[in-house]
């Protein structure tokens, strides 16, 4: 992580690049490698061009059902603002299912020096999937966040198993 930091401080590397090779390398045990690179910058004040975030799921490659839904979370930035965040379902939009924003205290404290204080606080997005429509099935999940300028970034790809519930 020295070297990366050295790289990034002398703009040897650029931040995006990094990010998005973080994010495709992810693996089932949740990033090791994506957690250094968000704190990283955090800690050193890098803004890259566009937005990055983070999934806060999953155990294994699997979602449970509570109360009828799947609920799929995380947290997205970006300093021109996050625009829409949107979920594909085998790379298909699925324009009725829309994220609940919900406030990331923990976010706004961590990436103190990124957005506004209020788009820091409001960085946080919930997904309701109905389980009717999901259990059962295997799907490829895709995480797409847009900023303002209309860049956008893939923080989330993987293949997940909607479990029934437990009767």
């Known amino acids: 992580m020295l070297?990366?930091?050295?790289?990034l401080?002398?703009?040897l590397i650029d931040a995006d690049i990094l990010l998005d090779a973080a994010y495709a390398i992810e693996d089932q045990d949740k990033d090791?490698?994506?957690h250094q690179i968000l704190y990283l910058l955090a800690d050193k004040r890098i803004h890259p061009r566009c937005p990055f975030g983070h999934v806060d799921l999953l155990a294994g490659d699997s979602l449970?059902?509570?109360n009828g839904f799947y609920t799929f979370s995380g947290w997205a930035l970006d300093d021109?603002?996050?625009?829409?965040?949107?979920?594909?379902?085998?790379?298909?939009?699925?324009?009725?299912?829309?994220?609940?924003?919900?406030?990331r205290g923990?976010?706004?404290?961590?990436?103190?020096?990124?957005?506004?204080?209020?788009g820091r606080l409001r960085s946080g997005f919930l997904f309701r999937i109905?389980?009717?429509?999901?259990?059962?099935?295997?799907?490829?999940?895709?995480?797409?966040?847009?900023n303002k300028n209309v860049r956008f970034r893939d923080i989330f790809n993987r293949t997940v198993r909607f479990l029934p519930a437990k009767r």
């Not at 070297?3 to 790289?7: K, Q, S």
């Not at 999901?134 to 995480?143: E, I, Q, S, V």
């Open 64 to 66: 449970e059902p509570m």
């Open 106 to 118: 923990d976010i706004a404290r961590i990436f103190y020096g990124f957005s506004n204080r209020q």
């Open 9 to 11: 401080e002398k703009k």
């Open 32 to 34: 090791f490698f994506t």
């Open 3 to 7: 070297a990366l930091t050295a790289l």
């Open 130 to 146: 109905p389980e009717a429509v999901a259990a059962g099935r295997t799907a490829l999940l895709t995480l797409r966040v847009f």
């Open 80 to 103: 021109a603002g996050v625009e829409k965040i949107m979920l594909l379902v085998d790379g298909k939009e699925i324009p009725w299912l829309v994220p609940t924003i919900i406030d």
